[in-house]
């Protein structure tokens, strides 16, 4: 069962409190009257934004199933990584630590792609939890197949709160800049074909799990190097700096640096906490103790040590 859900823009655009209509089509009730009256279209220009996570099993199931392939997508779980830890979050994010030159440093943790609910508890305020609590469910099949009294009121919750959940996690990035607007897009775009690109989905581990696949961020520029050697496990196509000599020469061994991670069974370099930021001791200003008589005193005495100078000046000249 495939659902799709928009949202018209509000008075002030995505940003407003969420302004604007929601509508939904029933993709397996409509069949082919929903994509031949204009919806293949609208998902396949690529200018019509669409804000997404990770939508890879959307697009491949789009792709083979209705024949559409939807295009220009902004997805926030790549737009996340490429700015962790520069944006303000509401706890401290995960750290690795890294030793190099015999110096070990903490940095910010960029090997795994955040899921729901650890994108909620870094990214959306506390008191904003409860109205998008049911996104972290999982919604069962039978409930999203079910059209015994139409739509199940479940999957209707979840979709509502879904789209809450997305301007949520859209208004922590500032978007504007083309250059790196555009760098968000096309990861975006590649992140999203993952699925879609392969000849042959596996539905194992090497599909399904949280780390970021290797050649899909563009942080400087959209170029992406050469890739000329099939990964047996992913089955994307990488660069063959990914396989050892011995993988090259025979290619039905040919495993990527990613799979043979996860086929160790290792879940990732260990996390530590965010370094404490220290703070800056003000130095305490000594209060001066005034004691009575004090000020006459010593007023008294600069005036006596003023004459005192004075009639040596006046002696000296005499003389």
């Not at 190099?100 to 955040?114: M, Q, S, Y």
């Not at 290792?266 to 008589?293: C, D, L, N, Q």
């Amino acid at each position: 069962m495939l659902m799709l859900m928009l949202r018209s823009r509000g008075s002030s655009g995505i940003n407003a409190e969420y302004g604007g209509v929601t509508f939904v089509f029933d993709v397996v009730t409509l069949e082919n009257d929903l994509w031949d009256n204009g919806m293949r279209e609208f998902l396949e220009i690529p200018y019509n934004e669409k804000v997404v996570f990770d939508t890879r099993e959307v697009k491949d199931c789009l792709h083979h199933i209705y024949n559409v392939t939807y295009k220009g997508m902004f997805d926030l779980r790549i737009i996340e990584i490429m700015q962790r830890g520069k944006v303000k979050t509401h706890h401290p994010l995960p750290h690795n630590e890294v030793v190099k030159d015999g110096i070990t440093r903490t940095i910010v943790a960029k090997t795994l792609l955040f899921k729901y609910d650890e994108i909620l508890k870094y990214y959306v305020k506390g008191s904003d939890h409860d109205c998008v609590k049911h996104v972290t469910e999982d919604v069962s099949e039978k409930s999203w197949r079910s059209r015994k009294n139409g739509i199940d009121s479940s999957c209707l919750r979840y979709m509502v709160e879904h789209q809450k959940y997305l301007i949520m996690v859209w208004r922590c990035f500032e978007f504007g800049n083309i250059d790196r607007d555009k760098l968000w897009w096309i990861s975006s775009e590649i992140y999203n074909a993952m699925f879609y690109d392969k000849p042959v989905r596996t539905f194992c581990e090497y599909e399904s799990n949280d780390y970021l696949p290797k050649f899909v961020l563009c942080l400087i520029n959209t170029d992406q190097p050469l890739a000329s050697t099939k990964c047996t496990k992913c089955l994307r196509m990488l660069p063959s700096s990914e396989f050892t000599d011995e993988m090259k020469r025979d290619r039905r061994i040919c495993v990527c640096t990613l799979c043979r991670t996860i086929a160790s069974g290792a879940k990732g370099p260990k996390t530590v906490a965010a370094p404490k930021k220290k703070k800056k001791k003000k130095k305490k200003k000594k209060k001066k103790v005034r004691i009575e008589g004090e000020d006459s005193g010593s007023s008294s005495s600069s005036s006596s040590s003023d004459s005192d100078s004075g009639s040596d000046k006046a002696t000296e000249k005499e003389n």
